[in-house]
């Protein structure tokens, strides 16, 4: 009998109760015990939402982050927070975060560096290392969730990182090679597999990831190395890989000496019939087949076209899984009563992807016709979506292939229109400015809700919103700011909101995904051809740019990053969606710029997100990622300047395709990595104007006059004063004016002292 499994779950809650908790909790209004006891309460629900598995995933709730987890449970912790007061989740969060909840702002620490989770918009705390990092197991965690999970009656698969990938994830702090870090680090691991074993645990799922991406002989040796030497555990291991094939690394996977390997089948499908020929017949196979990274139905009769044969040939060694955790989708498809009926047919939520399942173990185990009507009902709704005119629009897909080379170029070069730039603005050197957000407040969330309830009219929301920008113009005005924002209170969100005035989106109520800690988005699904009916922003930003002589920036978030922060349509290339969006988002910048806005910022934060995890890869995703940011931005005059921005991603290996992208004004992520992303500067000769974030608004911290002050110095050594510009790492919807004035305050005056220095 073929078995079946899940990955992992979503554990912020169907209705965010895990982001709730938390920020009570780090506001001081809740306990330790009432922050746990709301853990404790979602881990519960999704262990009875998974009860119909063979195999549940114990393990995979976090607080904040999974591989911070990890490396608490291996006593990895940066100096940093040895020797302070208070308990094991202070430091866990002043970690994550910076502060816990009971620390003041002269006891706050530098957070944790954070980086994107493979190619996913989950964001993960970078585990530090030297040459003189030790481990030491806290199983505690772990253990203590598993005790509840067999108290509860579940059939318990504790879920880890494994030992390389936890190393490939994280960052040398010196000279030395994490990986020479390996042998300190697998008795730790031996240690946490025999505890688990003493408290009953019969397989456990050690999370590879890293298999999926090109690894040097190095590395591919120190898996090798691992897995020896923790083959003596007395549990089972499940290898698990995902998001990707195996390719150069797919005999290797098949030949560790563990007792069963995931493969992720909707990416690696291909690979499958290798895996089958490859793989030692003691093994399980266990095969992703149902997709964990998006929201579309399954269509389960083609998918046992190809499972079937992988059952007969491997009987019971067969279990059957999502592609990888469901932490990368929402909850429960039953919640959206507000959905269109069509649209809503074609969905599966990770409810939803977990009955998929069990209809295609049913189907493997007791044959198609046990599970007839299920798959006669899902045959309707695949059919439903692939025939519907609401998918395709002859005209969209007519424009884009009229798109010529010519819609991404610019007038004239760099050099030749910063000058006619630089003369029309006056900006002073280093030149300040926000990335667009400011505090989304409670007023403003409880109006947006009230026009969504009807209890408030369009005409009065739009005064309300007004008279937050007024608010946000003027406290810009106040701090000196050189180039204002309107600060985008009329936003539920930089994608959402776009998505809304777009043909070819469709949104959930409840959709929310974790993208860290108690921060959750609702990416909008983008379900067929896209065109743009109306503008979306000029009425605004011309609305803001009325109330100050200050240039104001008009915001846009690129088609690069509305496409990768949606759920995207699986049946045509991405870059076919991308196109589509960027024509979208040209003709927005066209308006804007129509309309007297001079600068116009086009964020593309998940321009490397997008990046496959295999180099050879990299190349086509970048030509048709860079065209259509071209095509968006440069219909302009060259009098008119574009901005982009960049966060929480290592892009210096593809420096020169962001170059290529050729904004005047390029804002990055460098205040938490302390301007370690620059180092490329000294070896590329990045030609246009760069603003390093001296601000990390993911933590509640406020920076020093003194720290902006030497961020930009060390700023100033790769890249000429005269092209750097001073800014936050990212937008300020997520914190608090209170925070935020004097932050910017301190900024600001750091602009001005580096000016006073440079004469």
């Known amino acids: 009998m073929a078995l079946i499994h899940n990955l992992g779950f979503p554990r912020i809650g169907a209705r965010r109760e895990l982001k709730f908790a938390l920020e009570t909790f780090w506001k001081g209004q809740a306990s330790d015990a009432e922050l746990l006891g709301t853990a404790k309460q979602l881990r519960t629900h999704n262990w009875q939402a998974q009860q119909a598995l063979d195999w549940v995933p114990v393990g995979d709730f976090s607080l904040y982050d999974q591989v911070l987890d990890m490396s608490f449970t291996l006593g990895n912790l940066p100096d940093r927070v040895e020797g302070l007061e208070g308990s094991e989740l202070d430091n866990y969060f002043r970690v994550a975060r910076g502060r816990s909840a009971n620390d003041t702002d002269c006891n706050c620490i530098h957070a944790g560096e954070m980086t994107k989770w493979f190619d996913t918009n989950y964001h993960y705390i970078v585990p530090e290392v030297t040459a003189n990092t030790t481990f030491s197991l806290n199983a505690e965690r772990i253990l203590s969730q598993l005790a509840e999970a067999q108290a509860a009656g579940v059939k318990a698969k504790p879920v880890i990182i494994g030992p390389v990938t936890y190393l490939w994830l994280s960052k040398e702090k010196d000279t030395s090679n994490r990986l020479d870090l390996l042998s300190k680090l697998l008795p730790v691991y031996g240690q946490l597999l025999d505890k688990l074993a003493d408290a009953g645990a019969e397989w456990v799922q050690i999370d590879e990831p890293a298999l999926v991406t090109e690894l040097d002989e190095d590395w591919q040796r120190a898996f090798e190395t691992a897995y020896h030497v923790l083959r003596s555990s007395r ?347 960027a024509l979208a988002v040209r003709q927005e910048v066209l308006d804007l710029e129509a309309a007297g806005v001079n600068i116009i910022q086009i964020d593309e934060a998940a321009l490397r997100e997008g990046l496959p995890l295999r180099k050879s890869a990299w190349q086509s995703y970048l030509d048709w990622a860079v065209e259509s940011f071209r095509i968006a931005a440069n219909g302009v005059a060259d009098e008119t300047q574009i901005h982009t921005h960049m966060c929480y991603s290592e892009f210096n290996d593809i420096i020169e395709a962001i170059a290529h992208m050729d904004a005047d004004v390029i804002t990055i992520e460098t205040s938490r990595s302390d301007m370690e992303l620059l180092n490329v500067f000294e070896e590329f000769e990045y030609p246009n104007e760069i603003g390093p974030g001296v601000y990390d608004i993911h933590s509640p911290n406020i920076p020093s006059v003194e720290q902006a002050v030497k961020l930009m110095t060390k700023a100033a050594e790769r890249i000429p004063a005269e092209r750097l510009w001073v800014n936050p790492d990212c937008g300020l919807k997520t914190r608090q004016w209170e925070e935020v004035i004097p932050a910017l305050q301190n900024m600001v005056s750091a602009a001005k002292t580096l000016r006073k220095n440079a004469g």
């Not at 209809?359 to 046990?370: D, E, P, S, W, Y």
Request: net charge neutral.
């Open 235 to 581: 549990v089972k291991l499940l290898l698990a890989t995902y998001f990707g094939t195996l390719k150069e690394n797919l005999r290797l996977a098949c030949n560790l000496p563990v007792d069963g390997l995931h493969v992720d089948a909707v990416r690696g499908r291909d690979e499958l019939r290798v895996v089958l020929d490859w793989l030692p017949e003691y093994k399980v196979l266990s095969v992703g087949a149902i997709n964990g990274r998006n929201i579309w139905k399954t269509d389960l009769n083609a998918t046992l076209d190809w499972l079937e044969p992988v059952a007969q040939k491997l009987g019971e060694r067969l279990w059957i899984a999502p592609s990888c955790s469901l932490l990368h989708v929402p909850v429960d498809l039953d919640s959206e009563q507000k959905l269109d009926t069509d649209i809503r047919s074609w969905l599966a939520f990770a409810k939803q992807k977990l009955a998929e399942l069990s209809v295609l173990g049913k189907a493997i185990n007791q044959g198609r016709a046990a599970v007839g009507d299920e798959l006669a009902a899902n045959k309707v709704a695949v059919d439903s979506r692939k025939n519907s005119e609401r998918v395709h629009n002859p005209q969209v897909k007519a424009t884009v292939k009229n798109i010529t080379a010519e819609l991404g170029q610019r007038q004239s070069p760099y050099v030749e229109r910063i000058a006619k730039q630089r003369a029309h603005l006056k900006l002073p050197l280093y030149p300040t400015t926000t990335i667009g957000s400011f505090p989304q407040t409670p007023d403003i969330r409880k109006a947006r809700l009230a026009l969504k309830k009807q209890e408030m009219s369009a005409e009065q929301y739009t005064a309300t919103m007004r008279a937050e920008i007024e608010h946000a113009v003027s406290e810009q005005e106040k701090l000196g700011l050189d180039v204002l924002v309107h600060g985008e209170a009329e936003r539920n969100d930089m994608v959402e909101y776009f998505g809304e005035q777009l043909e070819g989106y469709a949104f959930s109520q409840f959709g929310w995904v974790q993208s860290y800690g108690s921060r959750c988005v609702k990416p909008p699904i983008l379900f067929g051809d896209i065109s743009r009916p109306k503008a979306m922003t000029v009425e605004w930003i011309q609305y803001a740019q009325s109330l100050t002589d200050k240039p104001m920036k008009g915001m846009l978030t690129g088609p690069v990053t509305i496409l990768n922060w949606s759920f995207v349509r699986d049946d045509q290339p991405r870059s076919e969606s991308c196109l589509q969006l």
